[in-house]
């Protein structure tokens, strides 16, 4: 007889109940729901749904604890069903929405194929991500979306919690659009930022931080960090840069840091930091997608990074923990 409890059946479960969580999320079902509890034939219409099919993934639901049964075939949402919706404080609608993308369950489904050639599977079909996303520009803003939001507590979390006293620049190496790097312009007065990217992501961020009245405080370089960074900065932020390369792309990049980074500097890096040991952690789970989608990415262990950071010319200093299982790594030139 099959152990319905035990892990590996757990894990097939979670298949069903994520599929249901798809259902909710892209049919807006949570949105319906928010003014108040309603039937299956009445959500099935707003939804434009298939009334038998809905009553089915909202009896699979209930069991997720995203809705609750109010009386025969009447649901309401729960609290956590709430995070379901657009727009709402921890909102994971575009989380669940991407993460059911096609391409996305192609990735894993086929990562015995990645794990036995040592190439992503996704990558050997659609390309890198970042070619899929040009291709498919509304699972890119999905991304995007699913990215912002993850960011937020974190980028408060960083600018309040880290002791920035003494780093008068802040380098912000891969900085994207620099909402980390306005976080900490806020709550930092006198601290001056730089901004370093592509030229087309740097003309976005230098638009974001002008709105957010930073523009004057802040300088905009474009460039490729396996070429070189900028120098003399107090400080260097890599935020969720390392995991998407291998040893020898991330030491190419940690090496350009330190040739730019004067004695004093601090290097600070906004990453997974898995246990080195079999504690669970939500950083192995996103490792197994970076092996899926990314052709050498990894999140990595502490001694990984101790190492890494070693072979570049840094000594890793202390590990600050941080919302949804992320850390700040902060690390000195040797």
Request: glycine share 10%; hydrophobic share 45%; aromatic share 8%.
């Amino acid at each position: 007889m099959i152990d319905s409890t035990g892990p590996v059946w757990d894990a097939i479960r979670g298949l069903s109940r994520f599929a249901a969580l798809a259902v909710m999320a892209e049919l807006n079902c949570a949105e319906h729901l928010a003014a108040g509890p309603m039937s299956v034939s009445q959500l099935a219409k707003a939804c434009d749904a298939h009334e038998p099919s809905l009553a089915r993934v909202l009896r699979e639901l209930e069991t997720v604890g995203v809705v609750r049964a109010v009386g025969p075939g009447v649901y309401e949402l729960t609290e956590e069903g709430h995070t379901l919706r657009d727009g709402v404080p921890g909102s994971m609608r575009s989380a669940v929405r991407i993460s059911a993308d096609t391409s996305y369950w192609y990735a894993l489904g086929n990562l015995p194929q990645t794990v036995k050639d040592g190439r992503s599977a996704f990558i050997a079909r659609f390309g890198t991500l970042y070619d899929y996303f040009r291709e498919h520009p509304e699972t890119a803003r999905l991304f995007n979306e699913y990215m912002a939001i993850r960011a937020a507590p974190l980028e408060e979390a960083v600018a309040g919690t880290y002791d920035f006293t003494g780093m008068r620049t802040l380098v912000d190496v891969g900085g994207g659009t620099g909402h980390l790097l306005a976080a900490v312009l806020d709550r930092h007065p006198g601290m001056r930022g730089v901004l370093f990217d592509i030229a087309h992501v740097v003309e976005d961020a230098r638009k974001s931080l002008r709105e957010r009245g930073l523009g004057e405080r802040c300088e905009f370089e474009s460039g490729d960090f396996f070429e070189s960074v900028p120098a003399g900065g107090d400080g260097y932020l890599l935020a969720s840069i390392i995991h998407n390369w291998d040893d020898e792309a991330s030491l190419r990049i940690l090496a350009n840091v330190r040739k730019a980074a004067p004695s004093h500097a601090r290097l600070l890096l906004l990453e997974m930091v898995l246990p080195d040991d079999a504690t669970p952690h939500i950083g192995k789970d996103l490792d197994m997608r970076m092996l899926a989608v990314t052709d050498g990415g990894r999140e990595r262990t502490l001694s990984e990074y101790t190492w890494l950071l070693g072979e570049a010319g840094f000594t890793l200093s202390r590990v600050l923990p941080l919302p949804a299982g992320a850390s700040l790594i902060e690390a000195l030139p040797r």
